[in-house]
């Protein structure tokens, strides 16, 4: 089946204790990007990338990280969370260079307390 | 990044009437898409549109690509409750470096009450 899968669903953690939220597609697909999603703010794009070792900043990228060495994996760092990125995660890939429809994982909820 | 203003934040409705929401914005847009998000979920597909003026149904939902290109609209005829969630509308602009992503409105919270 295809589908971008994101783990782990739910995460509770601390402020300043690092934690990756890892995003897989098997569409082989070349562009993924993260989301966040906070009420009245609706989804704002965190990073994307184009391709294999190609990134770029989003509208909000600050605080987060990410990495792209294969094509099926792009996953998000955060490397001292803060309270502030308490919010629901969505992972998103697409064909071609982000000119396509996009097609979403299921989500991760964090609360940074 | 650009901006899509998406209406109505949230619609009260009984079932089986029709419903209609809009995407309106500044910038001109290439490509429209609809999403809808169930609870707990991501938000998946609905409807794609490619053309300026073009209108594509996907059974009770029709949406249309506004002229303009500035603007998009989507129509649920004869509501059920499984039609309840949150639609997103979405769009995409080209540059010449490529396409720059999606920019989604806020929102359509559904509500449906039998």
């Known amino acids: 089946e295809a589908q971008v899968t994101q783990n782990p669903r739910y995460l509770i953690t601390v402020t300043g204790k690092k934690l990756t939220v890892t995003c897989s597609q098997n569409?082989?697909?070349?562009?993924m990007s993260w989301y966040r999603q906070d009420p009245g703010l609706g989804l704002r794009q965190i990073y994307y990338?184009?391709?294999?070792?190609?990134?770029d900043k989003g509208d909000v990228p600050e605080g987060y990280k990410v990495s792209r060495k294969e094509k099926r994996n792009f996953p998000l760092i955060l490397e001292s969370p803060s309270p502030n990125q308490t919010s629901l995660y969505f992972c998103?890939?697409?064909f071609g260079q982000g000119g396509n429809e996009q097609f979403f994982g299921p989500g991760t909820r964090l609360t940074v307390l | 990044g650009q901006q899509l203003n998406q209406s109505p934040q949230s619609m009260f409705i009984q079932e089986g009437e029709d419903v209609s929401m809009n995407c309106t914005s500044s910038?001109?847009?290439?490509?429209w898409l609809w999403y809808k998000q169930e609870p707990g979920e991501g938000p998946v597909l609905l409807i794609a549109?490619?053309?300026?003026?073009e209108l594509t149904s996907n059974g009770r939902l029709t949406a249309q690509f506004g002229i303009t290109r500035k603007d998009s609209f989507l129509n649920i005829s004869a509501s059920i409750p499984s039609d309840v969630g949150i639609y997103f509308c979405?769009?995409?602009?080209?540059?010449?470096?490529?396409?720059?992503?999606?920019?989604f409105g806020k929102g359509t919270h559904l509500i449906i009450q039998p």
């Open positions: 998103a890939s697409s």
């Open positions: 549109l490619y053309k300026a003026g």
């Open positions: 979405a769009g995409i602009m080209y540059s010449g470096g490529g396409a720059d992503g999606l920019t």
């Open positions: 910038s001109i847009f290439n490509t």
């Open positions: 569409m082989n697909h070349e562009y």
């Open positions: 990338s184009m391709n294999v070792e190609v990134t």
